[in-house]
């Protein structure tokens, strides 16, 4: 696998792009604008975008779906308990004075699905408390998380806005941290961290008390 980091929204997304080399094939995690940008990149590099996956629905996560898939064709893959947000103030666009570009996903996940996608094994992990669908992508052959609003290097997501919810939180972050594997954390935003860093520095971990 490589994979490649673009910021794609106000809010300093990142927009994760994974690459099979073998297959010339991308998936793609979490856009929150920035569509052109990001299929010229993939395509550039000679690669056809297959999937979009995205965490969660808050617009810096999901907001540049829409014109990518017209872009690209690739399928999109969201939570499904936030289904409602595509049409719905919960995904927060209006709240920072932006239309929220309405799309219709392919796929519902609820967590606990197993993916075989561009030839990458992901299983999905339900990770509620930033928001109520929450997901964490766990590549474990490649051994990365990409834990999107969940986790964060020292800290967590907001638990704040519309469906947060800070005992759904810890209860995610102990989930992840019961693996024991060091998994490369990818986060939603800011730099990535390891689960075994933050299994030590992370004072909401209960492996740091």
Not at 9 to 26: F, H, Q, R
Not at 42 to 54: Q, R
Request: hydrophobic residues 35%.
């Amino acid at each position: 696998m490589d994979y490649q980091v673009v910021n794609t929204s106000m809010l300093a997304t990142n927009t994760y792009i994974i690459y099979n080399n073998d297959s010339k094939e991308a998936i793609l995690i979490d856009i929150g604008d920035s569509a052109k940008e990001v299929a010229k990149i993939i395509n550039d590099k000679g690669y056809t975008l297959k999937y979009i996956l995205i965490t969660h629905m808050h617009f810096d996560h999901s907001n540049g779906v829409k014109e990518l898939v017209e872009l690209t064709g690739a399928k999109v893959y969201i939570p499904a308990l936030e289904e409602d947000f595509i049409k719905s103030f919960k995904n927060l666009a209006v709240g920072v004075g932006k239309i929220y570009n309405k799309f219709t996903p392919d796929v519902l996940l609820k967590g606990g699905e197993k993916l075989n996608l561009c030839g990458f094994e992901i299983d999905v992990i339900h990770t509620p408390g930033h928001t109520v669908g929450g997901l964490t992508y766990l590549f474990d052959k490649e051994n990365i998380m990409f834990v999107g609003d969940t986790l964060f290097k020292g800290s967590y997501g907001r638990v704040d806005l519309p469906t947060g919810n800070f005992t759904s939180m810890l209860e995610s972050i102990e989930k992840l941290c019961s693996y024991d594997k060091n998994y490369l954390l990818l986060c939603g935003h800011g730099d990535s961290t390891t689960l075994d860093k933050e299994k030590i520095n992370n004072g909401y971990s209960k492996n740091n008390n």
